[in-house]
């Protein structure tokens, strides 16, 4: 799926540069350990995280975009080295659980 | 390392969560790191000779070893205490230098930091730090951006650096959620 189309379904705000990626799967964590040993390529990452390490850690693992739930503000340190390193940052004021649910409902699916 | 014909693919086993520990002597202001599987990081200070060790920082992070799915053969990494994106801090850095290099073509620098100190650690071969390079773009199917990890020999200076080893330290946000 196109991560633009999953931008306009869910009504995501980006707050990145924005360019189309293929999204391949969900990944759900807010730690790093987890992103860097469970995350595959092409994952949307969905956390509450906002420090700039979730940008060395997405563009590590490949994750199409990181998604920040719950309406949690970005710092703008982590958005400059966002657009630094070609990551997306989206957000959203829902929770991790209804944009999950969502994304299911679109036809995404973990991993 | 054995030389061999084949040509890895690497996966990455024996994963260990645990801590990485940052402690500084208050007497001659050496600073030590090394990694606890302990449930819960060591806190208390404590003497080691002639050093009075005090914990500055403890941070979750993992530990793994590679191997080549092809083969068999297994890498050990215990060397490896993290990686670290360059933020572009000092213009005078040899990593800040690779990464405005690399920029265009997309090719992302990562720094592989070892223990310290490092004359009393072993640190990461380049043999190690190019198996490492291969397991992060064998997996980057979906991209057209490439990863090289460097030595931390190239950071110019550690203690000023504000380039962030990947741990799981300081993410607690103080702030509620917007709106809320």
């Known amino acids: 799926m196109k991560l633009k189309e999953i931008i306009d379904k869910l009504a995501l705000t980006s707050l990145s540069n924005l360019e189309e ?91 | 390392m054995p030389k061999t014909s084949c040509r890895h693919t690497w996966e990455m086993i024996n994963i260990h969560y645990g801590f990485i520990v940052t402690e500084k002597c208050y007497t001659c202001e050496k600073i030590s790191t090394y990694y606890s599987f302990e449930d819960r990081p060591p806190l208390d200070e404590y003497r080691e000779g002639e050093h009075f060790w005090n914990v500055m920082e403890s941070a979750q992070s993992f530990r793994f070893d590679f191997k080549c799915r092809a083969c068999g053969q ?32 997309r090719t992302w620098i990562y720094v592989a930091f070892g223990f310290l100190p490092t004359d009393e650690h072993r640190q990461l071969s380049r043999e190690k730090i190019s198996i490492l390079e291969d397991f992060f773009n064998q997996r980057r199917k979906s991209s057209t951006s490439r990863i090289k990890i460097v030595s931390q020999e190239l950071v110019k200076k550690y203690a000023t650096c504000f380039g962030e080893v990947i741990k799981d330290v300081d993410m607690l946000s103080l702030k509620p959620s917007e709106g809320k």
């Open chain 1, 21 to 111: 990626r293929d999204v391949q799967g969900v990944f759900i964590s807010d730690m790093l350990s987890d992103v860097m040993t469970g995350a595959k390529p092409g994952n949307l990452w969905l956390t509450v995280q906002t420090h700039t390490n979730i940008v060395s850690a997405a563009n590590l693992v490949d994750a199409a975009a990181v998604i920040v739930s719950h309406g949690k503000k970005v710092p703008e340190n982590t958005i400059a080295l966002a657009n630094r390193y070609h990551v997306i940052i989206l957000s959203s004021t829902k929770s991790t659980f209804e944009l999950a649910a969502e994304l299911i409902a679109i036809g995404l699916k973990n991993q």
């Open chain 2, 74 to 105: 297994i890498v050990p990494f215990d060397e490896l205490m993290g990686l670290m994106m360059c933020t572009g801090c000092d213009e005078e850095c040899q990593v800040e230098k690779l990464q405005k290099k690399h920029a265009a073509e």
